[in-house]
């Protein structure tokens, strides 16, 4: 099927939401990583998302160019080419733009898209994520509703972050993040709610104890409760109709229990990228060695 629609990729969340699950957003960095994410999506007989980072962007683009927005387009032009071929959904997302990178990697995302909706043409991503986390919130949040006002137009879905996933990824550390940055407040998701609801679509990382990389079960002191109360907090004072769509970055070896759970509280979206290179890279070593 050709690349989800604005309208189809909205049902694809609220489905999710109601129906307590989320869907795998994968990380790719070439064709063959996309070829087999939309695979393993097909084989389950489940919808997908899958996004690149800026990191992967520029790897996709190839060391000799460098554009981390080129390769994120490649990477996207040649999903539109292949979903064609499977009979489920895929969305296309960026992952992580952090504020440094909105000139070079966000604002020539969401302009392809724009050039291409005035030729007749669909979006070229589906979604985007700014990450302004490491910005005080008033200013994330201001930065936030400026680019969601600017997606909107384009029936782009903006994905948002306050507090701060802890960990390494994409040469982003935040291994020593204090304690108290790692959980967001309810304050904070009743003010994402009444600064973007009215504004646009958009999905929410809060944090609640998540960290990026592989780490063994157990060692991450996850807070889902977190997510249940800031949710409470948000129906309580806005209505049903603004409780988020919750996104969990950094699940490599959470426990089922606890990713089960985030999803009673509504994260609809699943990002999988640390686990997913092991599960490419590793056969491929295997085989070299073995041949
Ligand atoms: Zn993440």
Redesign the pocket.
């Known amino acids: 099927m050709p690349v989800a629609n604005y309208e189809q990729y909205c049902e694809m969340l609220e489905k999710a939401r109601e129906g307590r699950y989320a869907y795998p957003a994968i990380n790719v960095t070439s064709t063959s990583t996309v070829n087999a994410a939309i695979k393993a999506f097909a084989d389950a007989k489940s919808d997908g998302i899958i996004q690149v980072s800026t990191g992967g962007g520029k790897f996709a683009s190839g060391q000799g160019v460098g554009d981390m927005a080129l390769g994120a387009i490649s990477l996207a032009q040649h999903v539109h080419l292949v979903a064609e071929k499977y009979d489920i959904l895929v969305a296309l997302h960026t992952?992580?733009c952090h504020p440094q990178y909105i000139e070079s990697f966000l604002l020539p995302l969401i302009e392809e898209t724009e050039k291409r909706r005035a030729k007749g043409l669909p979006n070229l991503f589906n979604s985007h994520m700014f990450d302004g986390s490491e910005l005080p919130l008033d200013k994330n949040m201001a930065l936030s509703k400026d680019l969601l006002e600017r997606c909107a137009k384009s029936q782009i879905i903006l994905e948002v972050e306050t507090g701060v996933?802890g960990g390494e990824?994409d040469g982003v550390n935040n291994e020593d993040t204090p304690a108290d940055k790692l959980y967001t407040t309810s304050e904070e998701m009743v003010q994402v709610a009444e600064t973007l609801g009215p504004v646009g679509t958009f999905m929410y990382?809060a944090t609640f104890g998540n960290v990026?990389g592989v780490y063994k079960p157990g060692n991450v002191k996850l807070r889902p409760e977190i997510l249940k109360n800031g949710q409470e907090a948000v129906t309580s004072k806005l209505g049903e109709k603004n409780k988020h769509y919750l996104v969990f970055?950094?699940g490599s070896g959470s426990e089922l229990s606890e990713i089960h759970e985030t999803l009673d509280y509504g994260v609809i979206k699943m990002?999988i990228?640390t686990d997913t290179q092991y599960a490419y890279t590793r056969p491929v070593v295997d085989h070299m060695m073995k041949n």
């Open positions: 992952d992580h996933v990824e990382a990026h970055h950094g990002n990228d």
